[in-house]
Every structure is written in C-alpha cells, then in structure tokens.
C-alpha cells in the first residue's frame, strides 16, 4: 500500500486492525488485520466532476420469491 501511495499521487489508505486475544487476555505486540479502504487519487479527484443522479431499477423475481425487487442508487 506503501507503493501504491507512493506511485499514484493523492491516493487514501486506511487499515485497521483488532487486538489478539488468547486465553481472554490481549498478547502485547500482536495485531489481527481487520480491514482495508483505499480509493486512487484520480478518481478521488474524478468526483467533482460527477452529475448527481438517482437510479431506480426493478428486477422481477421468479420461483419461490416472486416479486418485484426495487433498488435505488444514489
């Protein structure tokens, strides 16, 4: 991630991590890996540029769900 950052200018990294637990107590000096975000610079810069739109689509459901699914995005 430290590449990345470092060949593509602007980009974000953030990682989180939890503590270790053995035997209900935490073991100092260890870290589980949780998680990872990372979004590249040009597209962080991208975003100014982006019309704001809503988006309904509708699928319909067969078999045993029958139905009509509705999602939306914003």
Do not use: H
């Amino acid at each position: 991630m430290e590449a990345l950052q470092s060949y593509v200018l602007g980009t974000v990294v953030t990682a989180q991590t939890t503590s270790v637990f053995e035997g209900g107590e935490i073991v100092p000096g260890k870290r589980m890996f949780k998680c990872v975000f990372w979004s590249f610079g040009p597209c962080i810069n991208g975003f100014a540029y982006c019309k704001p739109i809503v988006q309904v689509d509708g699928t319909w459901l067969y078999g045993k769900y029958t139905g009509t699914l509705l999602i939306a995005t914003a």
